[in-house]
């Protein structure tokens, strides 16, 4: 259920709202244990992820680091190769 919860910080461009709000819907589908909720919990369910989504931003926005910005594509490079490897039937 969270395997689209990434690391947002210190990335050029820096993370968009989309992203976030992805980021902050996968937390609260999993701390809530539910993927969609019923009708009787959709405005809590609703509120929970903008609370998440603007505390993310707000996170984002306060961190300082001296490293080099990490490259979105060199990352996502990585990542697939990494599930290659991993996933990769052996012959």
Request: charged share 30%.
């Amino acid at each position: 259920m969270c395997r689209n919860i990434r690391p947002l910080h210190n990335f050029e461009p820096p993370a968009t709202d989309d992203e976030i709000r992805a980021a902050a819907l996968q937390f609260v589908r999993k701390i809530s244990g539910f993927t969609a909720p019923s009708r009787a919990n959709e405005a809590a369910f609703a509120r929970a992820v903008d609370e998440v989504a603007g505390a993310s931003r707000r996170l984002l926005a306060g961190l300082t680091t001296a490293a080099a910005p990490r490259d979105r594509d060199v990352e996502a490079a990585r990542a697939r190769e990494r599930s290659r490897l991993r996933f990769a039937r052996e012959a």
